[in-house]
Every structure is written in C-alpha cells, then in structure tokens.
C-alpha cells in the first residue's frame, strides 16, 4: 500500500510549477534546493545509512520498485521546467546532481558488492562447497557449521544464567549441579554441619552423575564430592544427593522422516539431604541434539541435508528471538519467510529463555531440512515468481504506454482546438495526469 506522504506530492508539484510561473528567481531556488536535497539524501545519505546500520533496509531484494523511487518522475519534469526558465540554475544543478550521482554510485556497489559477499559465504553447495551461482535461485545448502555467531548462544550465558529448559540431558544435569549449590551452601554453613558431599549413582549412568558434579564443582570447587554406587545414609559430615527423572515421555523425532526414532522429554530432580535438612531443585528437558552438537548430529545422517538457523541477539522478547531466527533461516537458503513455512522446510525448533537481571532473555533456533525435494520445490516456486513477476511489469508497461498515447491525443487535439492559446497550461495538466495514471497503475498492478 502507498504510504500516507506520498499523496501529497502531485499538490506539491503542481504548486512548484506555479511558483516557477509567477516569480522565477524564487522559484528556482526553491525548486533546485528540492531537486538537490532530495538527489543528496538518496544518492548519498541512503545508501551511507544503510552501510553503517543508522537505517534499515529501504531498497526490497525482490527487485521491485522502492516507493521513494516514485517522486523521481516528478524531479525530472521539475528540472526540464528549471532550465527552460532559467538556463544558469538549471545547468549549476545538473553539475551538482552529476557529481552526487557518481558519487552515490559508488557508495551503492559499495553495498551491493557487500551484500553478494555475504550471500555467497553463507550458501554453499552441498557437492563441491564452492559458492553459489548468483542465476539458480534457490541453492542447496551443505550441513555445515551455523552461520550465525553470537554471545547468546555461548557457554558463558548458560552458567551465568538459569534457562527454563536445556536441549539435553547431559546439559539439565550440569545445570542442576549448579542450581543445587544455593542450598547445599546453607547445609555447609551450619556449625557443625558437613563437610563434603557424596553423589549416589545408582541406575544412572556414570557419566550423568559425572556431568553433575562438574555442575556443582564450577560453584562449589572448595567442597570435597565422591561418588557412589547405591544409597545410604548419610553421616553427619556428608551431604548426600540423588537424582531421578520425572514425567519421562517418548516422543517421535521431528527431524525423522519415518517416525521409528524417538527423543526424550523429561523433569530431571536433584535432592540433597544432609541429617538436619533437604533441597530438591527441579530442571526440564528436551533433546535437541541438533542444538548441542550440529556437526556430530548431520554427520550420524550422510543421506540428509540439514542447516541450522538462530536469533543472533540477546532478544528480551520471545517473538523477536524467532524473527531473527527466520532472517537467518531466509538468507541462507535466499527465501521468504512464506515459502520457508508452506515448504514445510522447518524441521524443529527450539525456544529457550533465561532469567536475566532485568527480566527474561530469549533464544531460537531452527533446523532446516534442506533436501533436494524441498529444494527443488522452492525453485518451482522461485520460477513462478519471476515469471508472474514479468507478466505484472509487462502489463504495467503496456498500461503505462495506453494512458500516455491517449493524453497525448487528447492534448494534440485540445492544443488545436485552442489555436495552442493554453498551450503551457495543457502540457502542465497532461504531465500530471500522465504521472498520477502512472502512480495508479502501478499501485493497482503491483
């Protein structure tokens, strides 16, 4: 939709046209200030802001018009009016306009050669690695490492912070260790309370109680802790701990096509018992090996082509972490949004929070399936658009072209009528209509 400052324009330029009618020298330095100003901040301004970040992106990707392209038209038949009414102004602002041209010209390949670069080192092909020609649309991408790098998504916000849930066991465990250690300080402080803390193993692997004490050693590093086999009681100088799994559930793998394999979602329970006291801290989880280990994961997959995609700032709301999660997810495969959900191409996801200083924090991940169906059904797709996108600009030329044979006619044959009296006043209305039946054809077309 047009935006709302964009309908005053005409108003504008007709009543610039006026202006230069009636008192010229100040008309053209109203008019050539305008011409100058508005060639600065497009040639210029826009391109340098959206470089250095101070602006978003104005200019589409999908190549269609940019709406400030549209008081272009306008400008010119300001400037042919300029140098018909003073010659001296009109040429001082070509040069000046030339000058702004070429410089803002190369500050736009600039840009583009910036953005090209990022393209082809985020798209790689799964065969030979090498860069992706810019004439496919869609590329297929190899299981490599995440493009997206940030501290969000480090080992230090996990110890510094508390999630809501962890994408493994491995990692709810040595998250419990860690949440464990509050009460067990209290337990320690007691006079004549204990002095060290045994772990009981017992059924869990040895690894699990493992993870558990390098947990609960990252705060507690000064406390002496063994481990275990089976459960005892414990004697005054000891803390003793125990884990268990709560509400365990099975459920089918998104990323498996055939449903035969299954992940675990569970409650995972650490209890801490010293003779006088008792804790427990309770943590969730849910396997996401994808987000732990994305090389060992689509390496246990040779026949399936996996990206992964995540939010690469430190977002204080959970739909902002997963648009940023999508942008990602768009930019590696060169897609929409739309065609990235109707493609069924999101194979999983995973949506964690942490209990920041000043509120939650949140993160996004996406697994991608790119695999040469999907692929292949998003270049269809791609082919579809360009093909619907050149019959649109075809019939905006050919409308363009009927509305501009028809006012010319009518301003031959009204010109005539009229012994070429109102000669200036039929150009300045022909001109107008011409570019507002333009402006109306594209925005009804497009």
């Known amino acids: 939709m047009m935006p709302m400052f964009f309908i005053p324009i005409p108003f504008i330029f007709v009543l610039l046209i006026l202006l230069l009618k009636q008192s010229p020298k100040k008309g053209a330095w ?11 901040v497009f040639m210029i301004l826009l ?9 978003p992106n104005a200019v589409p990707d999908g190549g269609e018009m940019p709406f400030f392209a549209i008081p272009i038209p306008f400008l010119f038949v300001l400037l042919v009016l300029l140098l018909r009414t003073s010659p001296k102004a009109g040429a001082t602002v070509i040069f000046a ?18 953005h090209a670069v990022y393209q082809q080192a985020t798209i790689r092909l799964p065969e030979s ?3 992706v020609s810019s004439l496919s649309p869609i590329a297929q991408a190899a299981p490599t490492a995440p493009s997206v790098s940030s501290p969000i998504w480090s080992e230090g916000i996990e110890q510094e912070f508390e999630a809501d849930i962890y994408p493994s066991r491995r990692a709810a465990v040595r998250a419990l260790g860690r949440r464990i250690a509050r009460p067990m300080r209290e337990m320690l402080a007691d006079a004549n309370g204990p002095t060290e803390v045994v772990l009981f193993q017992e059924e869990h692997e040895q690894w699990l109680v493992t993870e ?9 590093p000064e406390v002496p802790c063994s481990l275990a086999a089976a459960t005892r009681n414990v004697e005054s100088t000891e803390i003793g701990v125990t884990l268990r799994f709560a509400d365990l559930q099975a459920l089918p793998s998104p990323w498996d096509r055939s449903g035969s394999s299954t992940i675990l979602t569970s409650d995972v329970l650490a209890s801490a018992r010293s003779q006088n006291r008792e804790a427990t801290v309770r943590q969730h989880f ?18 399936r082509h996996f990206l992964i995609a995540r939010s690469w700032e430190t977002c204080t709301d959970q739909n902002a972490a997963r648009h940023q999660a999508m942008q990602d997810a768009s930019r590696q495969l060169a897609t929409s949004y739309e065609d990235l959900l109707e493609g069924d191409l999101v194979a999983d996801q995973f949506v964690q929070s942490f209990d920041g200083i000043s509120g939650p924090l949140w993160r996004h991940a996406l697994l991608i399936d790119a ?10 797709r791609k082919s579809a658009e360009v093909h619907s996108e050149r019959v649109t600009w075809a019939h905006i030329l050919a409308s363009a ?29 022909g001109t107008v209509l011409a570019i507002a039946g333009i402006i109306a054809i594209f925005l009804v077309l497009r």
């Open 286 to 303: 849910v396997e996401k090996p994808w987000v732990e280990d994305f090389s060992s994961f689509v390496a246990d997959k040779p026949d």
């Open 129 to 131: 690695g090498g860069p």
């Open 47 to 55: 391109p340098l802001g959206m470089h250095k970040g101070w602006m």
């Open 401 to 429: 072209f009927g509305v501009l044979v028809v006012i010319v006619v009518a301003y031959l044959f009204l010109n005539m009528a009229t012994k070429g009296y109102y000669e200036w006043t039929l150009r300045i209305a």
């Open 30 to 40: 109203v008019v050539g200030g305008l011409i100058l100003f508005v060639v600065f």
């Open 371 to 380: 695999a040469p169906d999907k692929l292949a059904w998003l270049t269809a």
């Open 212 to 220: 558990f004490k390098k947990g609960l050693a990252s705060l507690l």
């Open 97 to 114: 306009v030339v000058v702004m041209a070429l410089l803002g010209a190369g500050l736009w390949l600039r840009r583009s050669h910036g």
